[in-house]
């Protein structure tokens, strides 16, 4: 286990004042009932792990897992499935789809177009992923072995997402992106929506584990934000009980949204290689970032050394964590580690009785990567 040492490394840390008293609309209860009725669909494992909560000085961790969510290493097929859905059945009331089969266009840096290629291999319909450089071949292969068409672009995660928008405009196509912009705001709603099934998930699995006042901090990897913006959406519509800290983890590669909050507006940010593959994104999603801006507590990003340390730690205690999903772990060590620990550890209200839920978004076989090549 790593040891929390003092870092001379000024770390990429950036907090909020009263987000715990922001406050938001809730993501509607149909999501999580259509989730049941998918035929793969079980809650995936909320594990706990005492030698992290010693090594972190708090009460307790739990790691959901989401290394195996309706049948794929990752938890995006909660907003791929949930979106399709709604795009067909609002296609099939305006008549559009009995034209025969649509063609769901989207881009990825893998587990987001693996997920969407799943969806429409399973309902009969096509696929066009785009992906951009840095993604390891591995993962273009898989979602190329789900039947959809793959259009490897030279370069960033911004560029294939303007590639994906073009090769959506024509009427057989929809785009189905998970991060949204002034104009194209509906469907990337939709995929947040599905993403709130895993923070119910979550409430159900503290209260079994006789921690049912819920989380006092959750850390989530960021890549666009959708994600945290269904946590932020999940704990700030709650209208009394506990509010939880909520840390977003990028990238030093890829820290748009530690930037945005820095900054206090939405910026862009240059990107570079990064083993998170699936955070290294340029632009927070705009229907994401009110939520961040109003409710995450704090930002750090991390380095991909930190990151592989944690996903290594994690697999030494069973978990399967790829690069992002080990994300979280590294976040909360450095934000508890070296120069200001306290005042951090302060600004998340954390105590040595605190329960704390990383977000292990992935499993190892999600983004494979090595350090020479990804």
Known sequence: MTDLAASSRSLPWHAQSDARRWRCAPAPAETRAFHRTLPAYAPTPLTELPSVAHELGVGRVFVKDESNRLGLPAFKALGASWAVHRVLAERAQSGAGRQGPVTLVTATDGNHGR????????????????????????????????????????????????????????????????????????????????????????DEQLAAAGASAGPDLVAVPVGVGSLAQAVVTHYRSRPEGQAPALLSVEPEAAACVLESLYRGDAVSVTTTDTTMAGLNCGTPSSIAWPYLRGGLDAAVAVTDADSARAAADLAGLGLSSGPCGAAPLAGVRAALAGTGAQERRAALGLGPDSVVVLLSTEGTTANPYSTTAH
């Open 115 to 202: 997920a969407v290629a799943r969806t429409a291999r399973m309902l009969g319909q096509d696929a066009h992923v785009f992906v951009p450089k840095g993604v390891h071949p591995a993962a273009a292969a898989a979602i190329a072995a789900e039947g959809a068409q793959v259009t490897e672009v030279a370069g960033d995660y911004d560029e294939a997402v303007r590639m994906a928008a073009e090769a959506a405009e024509g009427a057989d196509a929809v785009l189905v992106q998970d991060t949204a912009w002034p104009g194209y705001e509906r469907i990337p709603g939709w995929i947040v929506e599905g993403y709130s099934t895993l923070c119910a998930e979550i």
